[in-house]
């Protein structure tokens, strides 16, 4: 049988949700703290974020549980609880989610540089993504999304270990950044690359997220889309953060990134949510549109 959100996607372009972190800590979680605490302490605030995306239209929302991988827990001295902290996340994602919309279990960077550029063990790294993935899904998530990623290698680790647990739909998102020559990754690695990569790997949809504002993703998703005939997803920043103040803020409007949401989309995209310094608004927007 296919996948839920292979029939999603079979049907109509699939919208994911926004910013998460930002969106917590406009309701008050401390700047510092990393986000995934709040499974913990304040279940209702996280659900509530997921709720409004709900709302505005994402079939599918990200549990918070991006910084959740025991190797980066382990910086916070709190790794014994990498399992609950993930399952919680899932399951404070499941409890609002509407009948026909999906959880993507959210896994992102351990935060540390594979040998032999930094110290992490590759077979470390796999083992703490597979108990990440695991204890996600043994908390409801109903596919897998690795994203951020800015090490193809790592990214590898991680769809490897999502898809050792099983019949497991994993969607690996990249973020690229922009050179004369075309899109690399921070570690040098170009699309068609990691798309053969992903492939092989077994992935069952690849992406792109951060990095690059909405205009800069029209031309990445063209170039992902002739190296793949995977399922894409494509979210971007809203534009190209400024700094005012001492703060990152990014100026672009939800009309904008809604309308080149629909160029993305033109481009080869099949799915379609925000990154940094989106919102319910953005993905409200973006949804309509697409209708
Ligand atoms: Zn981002």
């Not at 951020?148 to 050792?164: I, Q, V, W």
């Not at 053969?196 to 997220?209: K, L, M, R, V």
């Amino acid at each position: 049988m296919p996948h839920k959100l292979a029939e999603l996607i079979h049907d109509k372009t699939v919208i994911f949700d926004g910013g998460l972190g930002s969106m917590l800590i406009a309701a008050g979680l401390p700047v510092g703290t990393g986000p995934e605490a709040w499974n913990l302490d304040r279940p209702d605030a996280v659900a509530e974020v997921h709720r409004q995306y709900f709302a505005a239209g994402s079939h599918v929302v990200h549990s918070n549980s991006f910084g959740a991988s025991p190797v980066k827990l382990a910086e916070h001295g709190i790794a014994d609880r990498a399992a609950e902290i993930n399952r919680r996340a899932a399951e404070i994602a499941c409890s609002v989610r509407p009948e026909g919309r999906l959880v993507a279990g959210d896994i992102g960077p351990t935060g540390k540089m594979l040998q032999p550029f930094g110290d992490l063990d590759p077979a470390a790294a796999e083992d703490a993504f597979r108990r990440q993935a695991d204890a996600l899904l043994s908390g409801g998530a109903d596919l897998i999304s690795i994203e951020t990623m800015f090490s193809l290698d790592e990214a590898l680790l991680a769809l490897r270990a999502a898809k050792s647990l099983g019949e497991v739909f994993v969607v690996v998102s990249l973020t690229y950044n922009r050179n004369p020559r075309g899109f690399f990754t921070m570690m040098g690695d170009g699309v068609s690359k990691a798309a053969q990569a992903f492939e092989g790997a077994g992935a069952d949809a690849i992406g792109s997220n951060c990095g690059l504002g909405s205009a800069d993703m029209v031309e990445l998703a063209a170039a992902m889309r002739a190296g793949t005939r995977l399922p894409l997803l494509i979210q971007p920043n809203a534009g190209q953060p400024v700094v005012e103040g001492g703060c990152t803020v990014y100026r672009q409007t939800p009309a904008e990134f809604a309308s080149d949401a629909l160029r993305i989309k033109t481009a080869g995209a099949d799915m379609l949510g925000g990154c940094c310094g989106t919102t319910p608004e953005f993905i409200q927007a973006l949804a309509r549109a697409v209708r």
